[in-house]
């Protein structure tokens, strides 16, 4: 627990650093954009499920871009590769795959930030 608590410090100091934010407004930032991505995860996943290509590149360019503004590089990193694979029309199995390794990152972001 404290590894996890030491780890939510650094990275909202650091990154609120980087942006010019003080580590409160940044965590509130980081906090709205994961309650956003809740919705946009479950958008996702269904976007998946009806291999609708153009709404699961959309909205993982989305996850993309908000997590790379606030510097969360694994979450960024792993929607990108949902981006790609969804602009090539990649098979299902590798899109499900990359967004089981989002999903994860997200749970692991949630853990650290609303449930310690």
């Known amino acids: 627990m404290k590894k996890s608590t030491e780890s939510k410090e650094k990275l909202i100091a650091q990154n609120g650093m980087e942006l010019g934010l003080k580590p409160d407004k940044y965590e509130q ?4 954009a994961l309650e956003q991505t809740k919705q946009d995860l479950h958008l ?3 976007s998946i499920q009806k291999n ?5 590149s959309s909205l993982s360019h989305k996850i993309k871009g ?25 098979a299902l199995a ?3 795959e ?19």
């Open 94 to 96: 590798k899109i499900n």
């Open 29 to 32: 930032i980081l906090l709205l």
């Open 44 to 46: 996702l996943e269904d």
């Open 66 to 90: 908000m997590f790379a503004n606030l510097r969360v590089q694994k979450m960024a990193n792993s929607a990108q590769i949902i981006d790609s694979l969804a602009r090539e029309c990649a």
């Open 98 to 116: 990359a967004f089981a390794v989002l999903n994860s990152e997200y749970e692991k972001l949630i853990n650290t930030f609303i449930g310690s």
């Open 52 to 56: 609708d290509f153009e709404a699961v």
